[in-house]
């Protein structure tokens, strides 16, 4: 399993860029990825501020900032497992805190091939110890990376027509357990077609203000 480290402080690990789960930093929060993936996609915005633990602890700019962050995170999940699976069906979103304090807001995707008996019902209503505790939907620990160098100092040689694996930072190592494909954080994967779809949402006029305020 990944280092249980990071999950003692979600937040400050995210500001500090050590928490793998984080997908994106939005305007108020983090989008980060589920810790349980049994329903693949699944995805939590964190707040930037760990002492607010409820919406109306935001002052009303910030508490629609973090409103239309959750609206982002939620379309960027919903295109991206509707790309990848034909039978999503939508995204449930929630606010509750009744066991995390801080202020934070899951995306559930839902989708057809869920048991008959829990399709139409609340996430929760699935299996504590199948869906929730066990290791089959947990994060999987992030990738080894291969070393730079041998022991000698020449970098290994690739086999002809192999491809070079495309560069992935620390932070956005983490990667799913058995529910998806082993490339989780390719162009192909829900992580990685998340991240875009948040990246295209981000406005020009609002690209140039931060350029600006630099």
């Known amino acids: 399993m990944i280092d249980t480290d990071w999950r003692r402080d979600r937040i400050g ?3 500090r860029g050590e928490n793998p789960t984080v997908i994106r ?4 929060g983090f989008a980060a990825i589920g810790d ?10 964190l707040t930037d501020d760990p002492a607010v633990t409820r919406l109306s602890d935001l002052p009303r700019p910030r508490r629609l900032a973090y409103l239309t962050d959750t ?32 202020l934070h807001a899951h995306v559930w995707p839902r989708y057809d091939w869920e048991p008959a008996d829990l399709v ?6 699935y299996g504590e110890e199948e869906y929730w505790r066990g290791e089959r939907h947990a994060l999987a620990p992030p990738p080894r990376r291969a070393a730079r160098r041998h022991r000698g100092g020449a970098r290994p040689a690739r ?14 190592s983490a990667t799913s357990g058995s529910t998806w494909p082993a490339r989780q954080r ?29």
């Open 36 to 45: 349980r993936q049994f329903l693949p996609g699944y995805s939590v915005l």
């Open 120 to 125: 139409r019902l609340p996430v929760w209503r």
């Open 71 to 102: 609206e982002r995170l939620a379309e960027a999940v919903e295109r991206a497992c509707a790309r990848l699976d034909p039978a999503f069906r939508r995204v449930n979103i929630e606010i509750l805190g009744n066991t995390d304090p801080y």
């Open 13 to 15: 690990s995210a500001h």
């Open 159 to 172: 086999r002809p027509g192999s491809r070079r694996p495309g560069r992935v930072s620390t932070r956005q």
């Open 186 to 214: 390719g162009a192909g994967s829900w992580p990685g077609l998340v991240q875009y779809s948040l990246a295209a949402t981000i406005s020009p006029s609002r690209t140039v203000q931060r350029e600006t305020a630099r």
């Open 25 to 28: 930093r939005l305007d108020a």
